[in-house]
């Protein structure tokens, strides 16, 4: 009796039990294919990760496929320490951990690794870009690939392995911050093949003489780290196999090697008793629905980062609980589908067999053949035979008719998926702010705002180079960025001493996603959005969404902080900075009061460096200039000047408090003429300053209408000067 073979299969192995199969099925395909009795299958899990367990297996991975790996050599630990802080903030020291390490991932070679996940985040994007510190190099398991040489120079050579034959990645120096300071848990984007997946891969290196080219059609990825009898088994209920041991090989294809369904004439009649079929000659019947057909797949979808998917055959519902097939291999939705509902219908009308007997030998005519019926409709499939004394008695089981078993596009369902953003590169603004009131008045109070375009950015380590040339770290800016940009209007000019309702400011963010809210009156007298444009502060109340990262701000005060100086004099293109938490803080201990003094940061992936000078230099430590200036003639011909001091720090004006000077002593310069070359100079100590009319007289014969202006002499610097009149 001949019969369908490799049962664990659903395949058929065809043709006389004779010796052609005895070489053939014996020990190799037992031995290769199965393997040891007490194994079992794989099964579709959630997705593996990196281990380092000793006699761990080592699988092959064909097409596509997510996977873990075995960690084979790793460094200790290295510490690193950092600095950062914020606008308002004291600095932080935070320590993170570097570790160099290598993971094997498959026992034969691949053409590459794609991204990799690290405790479910993305370490590497599609673009091969790295997320955090470090640096890769990737082993493709060729037998010509060298040793590599940062576990060469750690072991030495003679101890090193090339590894060869086997694919591996090697992490040298890779930050830990972002693990917990431990080596994460992570995951492989293995891409082992080019075009259409065949199960004859699987066979490569494991048996000869074997023609397996069946094209696993829609599966993008698959592994196998398990008997080839137990991975074969998987992909048995959805992709019918036959298996042919004659003719001195082994030969496992989809459809039986015929051209055409044999015709099989009028059925043998036997009236011998115990012969089935009787005057007919064969015998129809359908088994019963099985309870639990397979209906559902669960399968890695490629549209979901290879997370389990699941698709369920179409059809009416049915009592119980539908069988689920676990298939380990990489498909999308589409695809997975198309093949459950295949199985689905192969199952149904698999359920409906014949006995016929036939009275004469074809060899042809042999388990796994296709063949057609007289007098009964459809194509069928021999499952076994029996010579008799009466005929060659055949099982056969019904094929379903050719169809489409698609539904058009099928959703994968919807997953939390790690997103692959671009680590842009780093941008860098550094400025000085006016003394807060807070601390000494002699401090000096350095901004960096650090920033990138996108949100993927990392975080950046920030320099100062002193004048010479020489870069110094002095800190590291942490990972959010500040909101900077620039003007693509000039700021009109305007008045310190109004709320400019008419006026707007076109700003054009860093990034697209960045963004700029309103503040009332109220919110505005506390503080709320105060911003650096080029070297004045302003405050708005509205800021309107253009699009594309573009703001109209409006309902402007101007010349906070002291900064009136600056409202004349804008142009396109100056720095915008909003003075929020988010910038970071310098020591001023670490950066030189040299004007050559330049602020860089550099960020993961930069490729140079960004450079800023300081804006508003020696702001902080600079006295306010004089308000309220006024100019009195008196009745013998001489002129008095007057001024209102400020303080700096003191910036609520408060009634009937004098606000402290925060200078070592009160000091004014009263001028006339340019304030960078006056005609004359008059020094006082309080704030007013009376010109006799001979002074007068002098001044005008030097210089016909020109300025009197008052600066305030501080500690350190004078302040700019108020215009106190003109003498014509």
Not at 298 to 309: C, W
Not at 313 to 327: E, H, M, N
Not at 357 to 363: F, M, S, V, W
Not at 392 to 413: F, K, M, Q, W, Y
Request: net charge negative.
């Amino acid at each position: 009796m001949a019969t369908l073979l490799f049962s664990a299969l659903g395949t058929a192995l065809g043709g006389p039990i004779g010796g052609a199969i005895g070489a053939v099925v014996g020990s190799q395909i037992d031995g290769a294919i199965f393997g040891p009795a007490s194994e079992q299958g794989p099964r579709l899990k959630d997705l593996t990760i990196t281990t380092s367990s000793y006699g761990a297996t080592l699988p092959r991975h064909f097409g596509q496929m997510r996977v873990g790996g075995t960690i084979i050599w790793a460094t200790n630990l290295v510490e690193n320490s950092s600095t950062s802080s914020g606008k308002g903030q004291p600095s932080v020291t935070t320590y993170s951990y570097t570790s160099s390490f290598a993971v094997a991932l498959a026992s034969r070679s691949i053409l590459g690794v794609g991204r990799i996940w690290a405790d479910g985040n993305l370490l590497r994007g599609a673009a091969g870009d790295m997320k955090v510190g470090g640096s890769l190099r990737i082993y493709t398991g060729t037998h010509e690939q060298l040793v590599d040489p940062l576990i060469a120079s750690a072991e030495g050579i003679a101890n090193c392995p090339a590894f060869r034959g086997t694919a591996y990645v090697v992490f040298e120096d890779l930050q830990l911050g972002d693990y917990g300071n431990r080596i994460p848990s992570l995951n492989f984007e293995i891409l082992a093949d080019d075009g259409t997946l065949s199960l004859a891969s699987l066979f490569d290196g494991i048996m000869e003489d074997v023609d397996a080219h069946i094209p696993l059609d829609g599966i993008l990825g698959y592994s196998c780290e398990e008997p080839l009898g137990n991975t074969l088994s998987k992909f048995a209920p959805v992709i019918p196999m036959l298996c042919d041991a004659g003719g001195g090989k082994l030969t496992i294809t989809r459809d039986r090697l015929q051209s055409a369904p044999i015709a099989i004439s009028e059925p043998a009649v036997s009236a011998a008793k115990g012969d089935f079929g009787g005057k007919a000659g064969f015998t129809r019947k359908r088994t019963p629905t099985l309870e639990n057909p397979p209906r559902v797949m669960r399968y890695y979808d490629i549209n979901l980062d290879y997370q389990p998917g699941s698709q369920r055959a179409p059809g009416r519902p049915l009592a119980g609980q539908p069988r689920s097939i676990d298939l380990p291999a990489c498909l999308d939705a589409s695809n997975a589908f198309r093949l459950i509902a295949y199985a689905a219908r192969n199952n149904n009308w698999a359920r409906e067999t014949i006995s016929w007997r036939c009275a004469e030998l074809d060899p042809t005519v042999a388990p796994g053949a296709i063949v057609t019926l007289a007098g009964q409709a459809g194509h069928w499939r021999v499952i076994d035979w029996e010579w008799r004394d009466t005929g060659v008695d055949l099982t056969l089981e019904r094929i379903a008719p050719g169809g489409d078993t698609t539904l058009g596009a099928i959703s994968p369902g919807q997953a939390n998926l790690a997103a692959d953003l671009a680590i842009t590169p780093t941008a860098v603004d550094a400025f000085e702010l006016p003394w807060d009131g807070n601390g000494s008045a002699d401090t000096t109070a350095l901004y960096a705002a650090v920033s990138s375009s996108g949100a993927g950015w990392k975080g950046a380590a920030v320099y100062v180079d002193q004048g010479d040339g020489t870069w110094t770290q002095i800190g590291a800016s942490g990972r959010a960025r500040a909101t900077i940009g620039t003007t693509t209007t000039a700021l009109p000019r305007g008045s310190v001493a109004l709320f400019d309702r008419s006026s707007t400011v076109t700003v054009q963010l860093i990034g697209a996603d960045m963004s700029l809210t309103d503040a009332s009156p109220h919110q505005m007298v506390l503080g709320a959005n105060q911003a650096l444009v080029g070297e004045e502060i302003i405050q708005f109340g509205k800021a309107t969404a253009l699009g594309a990262g573009l703001w109209q701000l409006g309902q402007l005060l101007r010349g906070r902080g002291g900064t009136e100086a600056a409202i004349d004099g804008h142009a396109v293109g100056e720095a915008f900075i909003l003075l929020d938490p988010s910038p970071m803080a310098l020591d001023p201990s670490k950066v030189s009061s040299s004007s050559a003094v330049q602020i860089g940061a550099m960020g993961l992936n930069d490729t140079s460096m960004a450079q800023s000078a300081i804006a508003c230099r020696g702001i902080g430590t600079r006295p306010l200039s004089p308000v309220l200036g006024t100019s009195r003639a008196n009745t013998d011909g001489s002129l008095t000047l007057a001024w209102v001091r400020r303080a700096r720090g003191a910036w609520r004006w408060l009634d009937g408090v004098d606000a402290p000077l925060q200078e070592e002593t009160e000091a004014y310069q009263v001028g006339y003429g340019p304030t960078a070359n006056p005609i004359a100079v008059w020094n006082t100590d309080t704030t007013t300053l009376t010109l006799s009319a001979n002074t007068l007289t002098s001044l005008r014969a030097s210089l016909i209408a020109g300025n009197l202006w008052v600066r305030q002499a501080g500690t350190y610097a004078l302040s700019p000067a108020l215009a106190l009149t003109v003498l014509n």
